[in-house]
């Protein structure tokens, strides 16, 4: 199984490359300048260039608050560049793997969301990211849309990282209490995708097997309460710590508003696909693991 990865250095993108082998799969990645998003003129030539039995998406616009003040960058990349890469798979007869978000919702429900649940996305990030699943599925009938959440890993940028760099210098931390959601591992999302795409290709013509899925990590936490569990187990592993403070949202001001229930009912994903991913405290432990020993080897260096 050779997989076309969009994206080169994202968080979800390494985690694919790393976990490859592991699944007796092939992952070629592309992006920068070669594939650009914000250019369409050249998607699809890149693509069928690299060649592969499917591409996964794992490229976008991520920055939530800077979308804010760039709305029309994040609609080009995140929806029109989206639909053109589920169209060049289309061109090519292969599946198409896209990433979304929980952004999509504005957190009013009072319980986990569902795949049918109406939108209404807060800000301009969770707005693009729609417009991107909307033109996934126009373009692309063989086609899969995971919407996962709070991701994190050793690779780019993410909430983990951006904790224990605070806590180098400030002994206590005012995280927000009030939005819950499900942290997630990018390479736990990478073997959820693996699993995913051998079922797509093992069984090309089940079309229970297409459309609209939510993938996160397994329980729910506030981010103060993700936070928390971070510097218990950097603690734990000599690394840096600092004692969390939670807070309302309303004392933490953002230009974008982000939504205070993020949680995603996962279950059609283990009912069609058969992927559950690890709960998410399991999960974090090795990645803060890795963290603290990577700073160690850096500053040895
Ligand atoms: N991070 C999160 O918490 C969540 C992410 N998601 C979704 O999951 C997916 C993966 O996210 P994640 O791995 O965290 O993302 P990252 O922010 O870690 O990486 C995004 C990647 O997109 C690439 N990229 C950005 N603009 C372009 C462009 N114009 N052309 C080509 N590539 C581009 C970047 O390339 P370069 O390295 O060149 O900058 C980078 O490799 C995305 O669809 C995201 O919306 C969903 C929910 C939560
Ligand atoms: C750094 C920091 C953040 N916060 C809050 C702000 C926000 O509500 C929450 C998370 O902040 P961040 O800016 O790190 O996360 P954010 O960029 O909103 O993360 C989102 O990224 C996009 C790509 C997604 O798709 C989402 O699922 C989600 O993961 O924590 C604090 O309360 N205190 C702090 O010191």
């Known amino acids: 199984m050779r997989i076309i990865i969009v994206g ?3 968080q979800v993108a390494r985690a694919l490359a790393e976990r490859a082998r592991a699944h007796g799969a092939q992952a070629v990645l592309v ?8 250019d369409p003129s050249g998607i699809e030539d890149a693509l069928i260039e690299t060649g592969g039995d499917l591409i996964v998406n794992a490229a976008a616009y991520t920055a939530v608050d800077q979308a804010e003040t760039d709305p029309e960058l994040a609609e080009a990349i995140n929806g029109i560049g989206a639909g053109v890469v589920a169209g060049a798979a289309t061109a090519m007869n292969v599946p198409v793997i896209h990433l979304s978000t929980d952004y999509v919702f504005d957190g009013t429900a009072d319980r986990p969301y569902r795949e049918d649940d109406p939108v209404s996305p807060l800000g301009a990030y969770g707005t693009s990211k729609l417009l991107g699943e909307e033109a996934v599925a126009a373009e692309a009938e063989d086609h899969v849309i995971l919407r996962t959440a709070w991701v994190y890993s050793p690779f780019g940028k993410n909430f983990v990282k951006t ?3 605070l806590a180098a210098d400030r002994e206590e931390l005012g995280v927000v209490g009030d939005q819950h959601g499900s942290p997630t591992s990018a390479l736990d999302i990478a073997d959820g995708i693996f699993a995913i795409s051998r079922n797509l290709l093992e ?3 089940d079309r229970t097997l297409r459309g ?6 397994t329980g729910f936490a506030s981010w103060a309460e993700f936070a928390t569990e971070i510097f218990a187990l950097s603690a734990r592993l000599g690394g840096p710590s600092a004692k969390v403070r939670p807070i309302a949202t309303a004392d933490y001001p953002t230009p ?4 205070a229930n993020s949680r995603l009912d996962c279950s059609k994903l283990k009912d069609v696909h058969g992927v559950v991913l690890p709960l998410w405290r399991s ?9 603290i020993e990577e700073a160690r080897k850096e500053v040895a260096r």
């Open 8 to 10: 080169k250095e994202g």
């Open 31 to 38: 992006g920068r300048p070669k594939l650009d998003l914000a």
């Open 163 to 165: 904790m224990l760099r």
């Open 203 to 205: 069984r090309r013509e």
């Open 212 to 217: 609209l899925f939510h993938m996160t990590g």
């Open 256 to 259: 974008a508003k982000r939504p």
């Open 283 to 291: 999960s974090l432990e090795p990645c803060v693991k890795r963290l």
